[in-house]
């Protein structure tokens, strides 16, 4: 098997080459972002740590960490280090309440997302001849629109369907002869189910490998995701806040991890309580700090996503570290469907609905290949004992805010005051019934 690269001389540096150019890349954007966002000045100041305080890369660790609530704070635009004229893009993502996170990119940035979007396609084995067919949902998401620009990056065609509609993507992965498709991995397992429903047999199309990432997936799943559509499932794994898809790929030549594109996403895992850099090899969490981003850097941002960095070198040929499969987060978010949710949002909608009591559980369930969502909520006396039409409304307005708010359908169901399980401990807000 030939192996492609996007970028070949950058991906196979010798690691000292790669580290010096990390730490130049580093140095400078420390001092950009000192410069430039008061919200990072302030935190720098606060740990004691100025620019010229990072003379190795082992010196990151001395800088503060950035959560997801540092973008809460500064929302929407407050840790943008350009004016606005200079941003071409916004995308968003869950907030853990009720404010999304919002990300910015300039020219150069969309530039440089293209370029490891690219990056990843070749570590698939994806070139121009290809027929792309993207299923990662279009709009503030960055899944559809992030590997769109790659694709086209790489030159290959891009076909633009976006989610749902499964019967309609089987007829033009038919029709067009797709050879590549990008969806979540629980997305692919559902267009597999619909295509057996159409008697259509996967060995008749041309699809040769799959790009599947935006949510958890075991080895198990991978296995059954190939099978039933008779092709190669490879990793991809990337967030919003750092880039959008293209963080990191599987390359084909290896099961254990994709490759970070550590000239742009330099890596480190930290234990997940302490925070504390952990030594090579050790299972935590992921930290990202991004070296070329513009719009938007981030220092050191808490991922969440727990996983191991393996150094062994590839038989590709890429020096850049491999991330193993994440297998699990540090906090509560829950991939529903693709979509990023916090219970904390939901709570947050329900609290503002009137007679509804602060007693509720959201139930996850994998129905064949799709998630659902059940929230179910107390509710006060007086209501509950209304008429079963008001009851409805008032599952039907939760339904809606929760929709409107986080962008996923679920099915809400009023309990009687007192049924929900109360714990003497953390109240258990959720029951994952998912085996992934
Ligand atoms: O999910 C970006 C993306 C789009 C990645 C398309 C891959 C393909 P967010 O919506 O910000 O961005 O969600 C980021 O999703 O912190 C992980 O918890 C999870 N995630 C993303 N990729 C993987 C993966 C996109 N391959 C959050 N395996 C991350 C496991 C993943 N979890």
Redesign the pocket.
């Known amino acids: 098997m030939s192996i492609i690269y996007w970028e070949k001389e950058i991906e196979t540096l010798p690691r000292a080459e790669l580290g010096a150019l990390q730490l130049k890349r580093l140095q400078q954007l420390v001092a950009r972002v000192y410069k430039t966002v008061k919200p990072y000045r302030y935190k720098m100041d606060e740990a004691g740590v100025r620019p010229e305080d990072i003379k190795t890369l082992k010196d990151l660790s001395k800088l503060p960490f950035t959560v997801k609530d540092d973008l809460r704070d500064n929302y929407p635009f407050g840790l943008f280090t350009v004016p606005l004229e200079e941003i071409v893009r916004v995308h968003a993502?869950s907030g853990t309440t009720g404010k999304p996170t919002v990300v910015g990119y300039t020219q150069k940035d969309i530039e440089t997302w293209s370029g490891v979007m690219a990056r990843a396609l070749c570590c698939a084995g994806a070139t121009r001849g290809d027929m792309v067919h993207n299923a990662?949902g279009y709009g503030l998401?960055?899944?559809g629109l992030?590997?769109h620009y790659g694709i086209e990056r790489l030159g290959a065609t891009v076909i633009p369907v976006s989610g749902g509609n499964s019967k309609r993507q089987i007829n033009l992965m038919r029709d067009f002869g797709s050879t590549v498709l990008l969806s979540t991995p629980s997305y692919a397992l559902n267009l597999a189910e619909a295509m057996d429903a159409m008697n259509i047999d996967p060995g008749s199309l041309s699809l040769k490998v799959g790009i599947f990432?935006?949510?958890?997936?075991s080895e198990n799943m991978r296995e059954e995701v190939e099978r039933k559509l008779n092709l190669k499932a490879t990793?991809?794994?990337?967030?919003?806040?750092v880039m959008?898809?293209g963080v990191a790929q599987e390359c084909l030549h290896t099961d254990r991890g994709m490759h970070i594109f550590e000239d742009h996403f330099l890596p480190e895992i930290v234990d997940p309580e302490t925070g504390e850099v952990l030594p090579p090899g050790e299972k935590g969490e992921l930290v990202f700090t991004t070296l070329t981003k513009e719009a938007f850097p981030i220092i050191r941002y808490r991922?969440?996503?727990i996983s191991r960095l393996v150094y062994d070198t590839c038989a590709c040929g890429r020096t850049l570290v491999r991330m193993e499969?994440?297998t699990g987060?540090t906090d509560d978010?829950l991939?529903i469907r693709g979509v990023?949710v916090f219970p904390s949002q939901v709570e947050h909608v329900l609290m503002g609905v009137e007679g509804v009591e602060p007693h509720y559980q959201i139930v996850v369930e994998r129905q064949g290949n799709l998630d659902t969502m059940q929230v179910q909520v107390e509710v006060s006396e007086g209501i509950f004992s209304d008429e079963i039409r008001k009851l409805e409304n008032l599952s039907g307005q939760i339904r809606k805010e929760i929709k409107d708010l986080l962008g996923v359908t679920c099915v809400v169901k009023l309990v009687e005051p007192k049924t929900l399980y109360r714990s003497e401990g953390k109240a258990q807000r959720v029951i994952d019934n998912r085996k992934i």
């Open positions: 993502s990662y998401f960055t899944g992030g590997a990432g935006a949510e958890p997936w990793d991809i794994y990337g967030l919003s806040e959008g898809p991922t969440k996503d499969k994440v987060r978010m991939i990023n």
